[in-house]
């Protein structure tokens, strides 16, 4: 039996050394449990404002630029 000094461990001291319940399924791979929730998007639009404001900020760094450009 473990220690009950904690109110929360007296509160549940009758049910905390019981054994898991044996589950009817197996386990649900991470990667696929992530995939459930993939399509949601709790703000609409969103992904496609960060897009355009990563866009308008970005740094055109297809130039290269010697030292002579800057004096």
Same mark, same amino acid.
Not at 42 to 63: C, P, W, Y
């Given at each position: 039996?473990?220690?009950?000094? !904690? +109110?929360?461990?007296?509160?549940?001291?009758?049910?905390?050394?019981? +054994?898991? +319940?044996?589950? &009817? &399924?197996? =386990?649900?791979? +991470?990667?696929? =449990?992530?995939?459930? @929730?993939?399509? @949601?998007?709790?703000? =609409?639009? @969103?992904?496609?404002?960060?897009?355009?404001?990563? =866009?308008?900020m970005?740094?055109? !760094?297809?130039?290269?630029? !010697?030292?002579?450009? @800057?004096?």
């Amino acid at each position: 039996m473990k220690d009950i000094n !904690t +109110p929360s461990a007296r509160k549940y001291a009758d049910i905390i050394d019981m +054994p898991r +319940p044996k589950m &009817h &399924h197996q =386990r649900m791979d +991470p990667l696929n =449990r992530a995939k459930i @929730f993939a399509p @949601f998007d709790a703000l =609409r639009g @969103f992904d496609e404002k960060i897009e355009e404001v990563d =866009r308008q900020m970005s740094v055109d !760094t297809s130039e290269e630029y !010697t030292d002579e450009d @800057f004096t």
